[in-house]
Nanobody, 121 residues
Framework: QVQVVESGGGLVQAGGSLRLSCVASGSIFSINAMGWYRQAPGKQRELVARITSGGSTNYADSVRGRFTISRDSAKNTVTLQMNSLKPEDTAVYYC???????????????WGQGTQVTVSS
């Protein structure tokens, strides 16, 4: 069935960079949108960045100008390039994929398992 797999999390110093990747696989008819969400300790999950099938992007105010989301449609992959990282970026980052799948082209949302990003001061 459909899988969403993340990679690229880790530990980085403040001011550094990190790149997260997410690959959606399975019986995918089309990708409507893919994005990244994060949940920091004591905080609710929030949208970080999202990109639609048409290439439109949406960023949280806190990351705009520092993070860039991009996609490779042929590989069903979305990438989050994170620059100028701050300690407040520390969180578990989750990939989200809004997909139409199978012969019915059923539309649903799929989540990755999450990857820890830690930014030290």
């Amino acid at each position: 069935q459909v899988q969403v797999v993340e990679s690229g999390g880790g530990l980085v110093q403040a001011g550094g960079s990190l790149r997260l990747s997410c690959v959606a696989s399975g019986s995918i008819f089309s990708i409507n949108a893919m994005g990244w969400y994060r949940q920091a300790p004591g905080k609710q999950r929030e949208l970080v960045a999202r990109i639609t099938s048409g290439g439109s992007t949406n960023y949280a105010d806190s990351v705009r100008g520092r993070f860039t989301i991009s996609r490779d449609s042929a590989k069903n992959t979305v990438t989050l390039q994170m620059n100028s990282l701050k300690p407040e970026d520390t969180a578990v980052y989750y990939c989200n994929a809004d997909l139409s799948t199978g012969g019915s082209r059923y539309r649903s949302t799929y989540w990755g398992q999450g990857t820890q990003v830690t930014v030290s001061s």
